[in-house]
């Protein structure tokens, strides 16, 4: 019997895609033999996610996590919407978003801690669902919140399950005002930014580079126009202003009362607690976004089919 080396239980991996338990186990059952615990491992279907794992994962779920000063997002992805409605995958993810606040953000962290219920990794839990759903899944992102004292509170759109949805926000609010106080601003807060999907908090908070894309863009279209420099100058701004009303948390329209913005709804509601009320920060996480899909052509493949 060869040597159950952590060596050899990688190569197995890298060879069948199957998690590292599962790796160390059919080399166990098969004496260390490495193609005989590659059939093993085939008969009992976990080798199938090697296979999986080229094809786009761009359907999912978000998870949220609260604990009171701080939160957690992750997204979960799978081929099909289908698939992210199977109550399996779906306890994948909240096996995998319950772990998610000890990772503080960090995906490869994430991937290493280990889910309680199974004893396997994270990555090596996704790979056993792998090969029990039958599509690739994929553990995209993970995203951390904190507060030093305040809450952070959060927001699930499209929810299918508690704490699961089509997309996730969190956001800090720092106080001394009680958390109770502060809950219901919060979930405003986290609807408005699903809704309104702001660039930064404040304009501070905004990229430099694309404020003075803004700028260099208004100005060439008010030069345009024929304007002297001075009126130039001055249209330049006021279009600055209307950009930070669309991009900038603090200054847009409330989605709740258009007739307020944000910074006024948080002064006021800083008001009614007895204690001043800072964003820190918010994050917005969507399914997919940024991934580029695969978009196919049905006509034209029957038709490439017909010629065949």
Request: glycine letters at 10%; a neutral charge.
């Amino acid at each position: 019997m060869s040597a159950i080396t952590p060596s050899l239980v990688k190569q197995l991996r890298e060879l069948t895609g199957a998690g590292m338990m599962d790796c160390k186990r059919a080399l166990e059952e098969c004496g260390g033999d490495l193609e005989a615990a590659t059939d093993w491992l085939r008969k009992k279907g976990l080798a199938a996610a090697a296979k999986k794992a080229g094809r786009i994962a761009a359907e999912g779920l978000i998870g949220m996590r609260l604990e009171g000063t701080a939160g957690a997002l992750v997204e979960v992805n799978s081929e099909t919407d289908f698939v992210a409605r199977n109550e399996t995958f779906q306890q994948l993810v909240r096996h995998i978003v319950g772990l998610a606040p000890g990772a503080k953000g960090d995906v490869e962290a994430l991937k290493k801690m280990v889910v309680s219920a199974s004893g396997r990794t994270v990555a090596d839990e996704i790979a056993q669902a792998i090969a029990v759903i039958g599509e690739n899944l994929n553990l995209r992102r993970t995203a951390y919140l904190e507060v030093p004292k305040g809450l952070v509170a959060g927001y699930v759109h499209n929810q299918v399950a508690v704490g699961l949805g089509k997309l996730g926000v969190l956001v800090g609010l720092a106080s001394d005002a009680e958390p109770a106080a502060l809950a219901e601003l919060g979930k405003q807060l986290a609807m408005h930014i699903a809704a309104a999907n702001p660039r930064a908090v404040d304009v501070a908070g905004l990229d430099p580079a694309l404020v003075e894309r803004e700028r260099q863009i208004y100005a060439e279209q008010a030069r345009a126009s024929g304007k002297p420099e001075s009126i130039v100058a001055k249209m330049v701004e006021g279009r600055l202003r209307k950009f930070y009303e669309e991009a900038v948390l603090l200054e847009q329209a409330f989605v709740v009362d258009p007739e307020r913005r944000v910074k006024d709804v948080i002064a006021a509601a800083a008001k009614a607690a007895g204690a001043p009320i800072t964003v820190t920060g918010f994050v917005r996480m969507q399914v997919g976004e940024g991934i580029e899909k695969e978009t196919s052509d049905l006509a034209a493949e029957v038709a490439k089919l017909t010629r065949t």
